[in-house]
């Protein structure tokens, strides 16, 4: 009997007894597999062949394997792989691995799986939503761990309520997210939509994938893949421009999205910024805030002007807190404001600057401005800083600390646009501020009796802390009453001057002395 065993049956006996899955990869994927799989209803000769051998590994196990089979020759084999291979349902064995490079069989390799214990089941980590793929770009990138690629995926057909499209979307989902960067950098915008971090070298093909997992379940199911690189550094340019391009994903599919483009023109507009910024290619007017009952204007609001532009530059202004490129910035406008103060006229004007909240991230801002201002401390009491909100303080212990050093210096502070952020009741409640600017939201909505018992309580709460108040944006003689009356200090506004390009102070306004760190109103 045993003499008239073929060599074939005989060698595969052989083979079996030495490993659990025997499987041949040609470019780098499976093409043949026979043997006991992961779990018991993932037979390896019907689950494997066509799938990307990288694919069956754990992330973290890839770049051994891809070291491995990069360094195989001909007549060769690697070095026993330690090694978790995956399976759908959340499935996972340990595993060995073992791949021979057979000269006769080039250039297919043939490999050996020993299962190392029983398979066990680890849920997978759940897709991530579009603000959770942003903080894990944003980690990977200041990681220094180099590029990431990006994938944008439309799988059309895949939100479809029947059991197969839903098993198929499950099968989907575990594959995209065991393809991303570490396992778990995928995340999904809507059933049928997703987009991935991934690391450069791994040539798992996200399409074929996807097609697999259709066909698995008698599905013809056709993704459609996008990929970008993003080099490493830049990691706020990178953010800044994944954000926008996951907008354009939710609205207009896979096929409205450019990254490559976005990235490229996100890079551009940063480095243009800087420029403005290193060139002082910008200018200031100066608009009227006044005291409500003389009308005599108080103070100027520095406001910045690119070029020959007329308008706010809102959107540079709103990408470059984004990049974190407001500090230098912010210590130009100052810059100019002092010069302002320093020209023969403008003795008795007061001007404040705005300061973005990121510029009291660190200490550069407060540092910076106290050693301008170090030889002519007189103009300190003459500028106020109005920290604006749009971008959040995210230490207020360490940036009371910095407000404090400003104020005791005889700097005034004050809190922008107050009543709009979440965040505007704990600040004022940690922080120090001489004035409080009231939001043009209230004012404009000062008619409607909820709104003014809200600004009411505001105005008094801010009282009781010794902060001056101003409202924005009084454009008719109806809300300017309307503020008077609820106790407000201040108005800006078109209804008490647009503005120009220098302040112009019609009557006098006296600074009051001030004791060191004393919270007083300013003026």
Known sequence: MLARMSSRTRLLGLAFAAADVLFEVAD??????MGGGVAADADPASHWPGQPLESLVAPSDRPALRSALAALRPGGRTPPLEVAVAAPGGWSRRATLRCFALPELAPAISCAILWNGPASRAAAPPLLDARGLLRRLSAALSSGSGAVTVHFVDVPGLDDDDAPSQRAGAAIRDRLQAASLDGASAAALRPDRFALLRDPADATDLAEMVRAAGEAEGLQLAAIDQRSEIPAGEA????????????????????????????????QEAERFRAIVRKRDFSLVYQPIVALDSRVPHHFEALVRFGDAREAPTGSISMAEELGLMEPFDLAVAELALAELRRPGSSRARIA????????????????????????????????VEITETAALSDLEAAGRRIAALRSAGIHVCLDDFGVGAASLDYLRRLGFDMVKIDGA??????????????????????????????????????????????????????????????????????????????????
């Open 236 to 267: 706020a340019v990178a953010v800044r421009t994944l954000r926008l391009a996951l907008d354009d994903c939710l609205r207009d599919g896979v096929a409205g999205v450019d990254f490559s483009q976005r990235l490229k023109q996100t890079v």
């Open 353 to 384: 600057v705005n300061a973005s909240a990121g510029s009291f991230s660190d200490d550069g801002y407060v540092a910076g401005l106290l050693q301008m201002t170090a030889e002519a401390t007189d103009l300190r009491a003459r500028l106020l």
């Open 442 to 523: 209230f004012v404009r909505d000062l008619d409607n009796p909820r709104t003014r018992t809200l600004a009411s309580g505001l105005v008094e709460l801010c009282r009781e802390l010794k902060a001056a108040t101003v409202a924005e944006m009084i454009e008719t003689e109806a809300q300017a009453l309307a503020a008077r009356r609820l106790g407000v200090d201040f108005g800006q506004g078109w209804l008490y001057g647009r503005p120009g390009p220098t302040p112009v102070v019609l009557g006098a306004a006296p600074v009051a002395a001030r004791r060191r760190g004393e919270v007083v109103g300013w003026g």
């Open 28 to 33: 780098g994927r499976v093409v043949f597999a």
